[in-house]
């Protein structure tokens, strides 16, 4: 018995030595390429150490991941994109992988590691950011202002998909699709223009995302997202604006508040992102917030009304929740839930161009609604999409889900 007990406990540490010596495995890469920079993301079978450094003439990005083998080819990446050229891979002596990134031109690199989180494995993380592109958009956002200005912001995106239905449909691609149709049709109106916080598949922080409706000197900000839970017969839109101070109390919305406020955690955001908001950080005025705030109240209102006629309700007043994309408090913000993405009835309506259309099409009219009851725009009548008749066309493709 002893001896039987003596020989699997030497198995076992063989084993783990066998396993330990195998070291970390990269299982699969990632790129995706936003207007100033580009995100590399290995997905990796445990925690590693590594190093990184930069070589000059020609440009290029060294990575050493020790005791580390490749899984995946790099054939996926899709390359060449505007920063990076080439990808290359080399395992050197004692088990080096040596990651060699060819780069278009002198770029700031940040890396950091992520540990495992909402199914997602440890994640090395890349970021190669442009700096002279960076500048050329702050400057670009800052004088692009043309009458009133209307900051779009598409939920989740890059690494973050967002909720994901039975189907496989990503929130992150519902949102971009219906934030560029209200974009498309706040551009066709005299007098408004649309900026996006996104518009590609890349992750933006939240931080980040306030901060581009700031430079933009939006005069409102619609942040757009799709709902998802355990059931799959719940349904309806719901709109959020921001809870006026404190904890939010509707539990319903505090758990919403917290999903959407993680998405910095999927899609990778180090402490160094987390930058205290100069404008929430200082005492305002409880008139100045009162005022803010009835004006996102005003334009909760003329959503919900408007996606009554677009599509089912889940809630039929706004909710209140401390969601930090809607922490511009000198801009009237809100958050919309779509619907409910779990939902598999719902989660092909949301994939449908028409019914995209539909519900852009409410939401363009709401905020046009919003600013004649501000009176900074004449009464119209006729919505964007109405003109052409493309809502006639779209309520007979409609018709056929």
């Known amino acids: 018995m002893r001896i ?40 990796l079978s445990q925690n590693i150490h590594y190093k990184l ?9 060294v990575i050493d991941l020790n005791a580390t083998r490749m899984k995946v080819g790099l054939d996926k990446l899709g390359l060449p994109d505007p920063v990076l050229q080439s990808v290359r891979y080399s395992t050197a002596e004692g088990g080096v992988l040596r990651l060699v ?10 890396s950091f590691l992520l ?30 202002k043309k009458g009133i200005v209307i900051a779009i912001d598409a939920g989740h995106g890059g690494e973050d998909p967002g909720a994901i239905g039975p189907h496989r449909a990503m929130e992150k691609n519902v949102t971009l699709a219906v934030a560029r149709k209200l974009a498309a049709a706040i551009n066709q109106k005299p007098g408004m223009s649309a900026v996006l916080t996104r518009n590609g598949d890349y992750f933006v922080p939240l931080g980040r995302r306030v901060s581009l409706a700031r430079e933009a000197h939006a005069d409102m900000m619609i942040s757009i997202h799709a709902d998802s839970v355990r059931t799959g017969d719940v349904k309806g839109a719901s ?26 955690e999927v899609g990778g ?101 919003f600013f004649e009851k501000m009176g900074r725009l004449k009464n119209s009548a006729s919505s964007a999409y109405s003109a052409g008749g493309s809502e006639a066309t779209d309520a007979l493709v409609y018709a056929g889900l």
């Open 269 to 369: 955001v180090t402490p160094l992102d987390q930058v205290a908001d100069p404008l929430v950080s200082q005492i305002l005025g409880d008139m100045f917030r009162r005022d803010s705030l009835n004006s996102s109240q005003m334009l909760a209102e003329e959503m919900l009304g408007n996606l009554k006629q677009a599509g089912p309700i889940k809630y039929p007043t706004p909710k209140r929740a401390r969601f930090v994309v809607l922490l511009a408090m000198e801009i009237p913000s809100v958050l919309v839930e779509l619907d409910y993405i779990s939902n598999p009835t719902q989660e092909r309506k949301l994939t449908n161009g028409a019914y995209q259309e539909r519900l852009a099409s409410a939401l363009f009219d709401a905020t046009v609604r």
């Open 115 to 144: 540990k495992p989180m909402q199914g997602k494995p440890y994640r090395l993380v890349l970021d190669l950011t442009r700096p002279e592109q960076a500048r050329q958009a702050a400057v670009s956002a800052t004088h692009s």
């Open 4 to 43: 039987h007990l003596f020989l699997v406990a030497a198995l076992s540490l063989l084993f783990v030595h066998t396993a330990s010596a195998a070291g970390a495995v990269v299982q699969d890469i990632r790129l995706w390429t936003a207007p100033d920079n580009t995100r590399l993301v290995l997905d």
């Open 101 to 110: 990134l060819d780069v278009k031109e002198k770029v700031q690199p940040r």
């Open 239 to 264: 709109v959020y604006m921001l809870s006026e101070r404190g904890a939010t109390q509707d539990r319903a919305a505090r758990a919403l508040a917290a999903k959407e406020n993680a998405a910095d």
């Open 53 to 61: 450094f930069r070589l000059h003439n020609p440009e290029r990005i």
